[in-house]
């Protein structure tokens, strides 16, 4: 199965005593890769299914550190590529409840996935047995990926995080 989707990085900040915007809190950090097409291509593996995924890291450590956690997963990373913004990033704050107390969040840039796919994108749908698109990177990679897969009769399956991009192309259903 192909996979095509964003990853995300989550930084999750946890506060042990009262937090305090304005202080410094001690408390817990953690760091987790992330992202629902990410998270699907891991679970394929889990499964014992064949994921190729295809996205970006940040062309930095924590994006090689990200991409060599997919590999050991057993996730064809082939299709990984790096670039500047490659991965979208999470912070969260979250007080001493546990409630999320505030929280940053960056998406990544996909104009160099989308230059990618251009390029590669024919070649990479006529090889696999379907799509899990992700709605959600934007609508340029969606339409080349549903005209491909229509070219090459290969089935697509949705992966929606974001209704917005949806309600805006009703087509891709």
């Known amino acids: 199965m192909l996979v095509i989707g964003g990853i995300f990085v989550d930084v999750k900040g946890f506060a042990r005593e009262k937090y305090m915007p304005l202080e410094r809190n001690v408390g817990d950090v953690q760091v987790t890769a992330g992202g629902v097409c990410r998270n699907v291509a891991e679970n394929l593996?889990?499964?014992?299914?064949?994921?190729?995924?295809?996205?970006?890291?940040?062309?930095?450590a924590?994006?090689?550190?990200?991409?060599?956690?997919?590999?050991?997963?057993?996730?064809?990373?082939?299709?990984?590529i790096a670039a500047p913004r490659?991965?979208?990033?999470?912070?969260?704050?979250?007080?001493?409840?546990?409630?999320?107390?505030?929280?940053?969040?960056?998406?990544p840039d996909f104009s160099a996935l989308e230059?990618?796919?251009?390029?590669?994108?024919?070649?990479?749908?006529?090889a696999t047995d379907g799509l899990a698109l992700e709605f959600d990177m934007n609508a340029e990679i969606s339409g080349m990926m549903m005209a491909l897969a229509k070219k090459h009769g290969k089935p697509v399956y949705s992966i929606v995080g974001n209704m917005g991009v949806i309600l805006k192309h009703p087509e891709y259903l």
């Open 45 to 60: 593996c889990g499964l014992g299914r064949e994921a190729q995924f295809v996205s970006m890291v940040d062309d930095n």
């Open 86 to 107: 490659g991965m979208g990033m999470w912070l969260a704050i979250l007080d001493e409840n546990g409630d999320l107390a505030g929280s940053i969040s960056r998406q």
């Open 115 to 126: 230059a990618y796919l251009r390029e590669n994108g024919d070649a990479i749908v006529a």
């Open 62 to 80: 924590i994006g090689e550190q990200v991409r060599k956690g997919l590999k050991r997963l057993g996730v064809n990373v082939k299709h990984v």
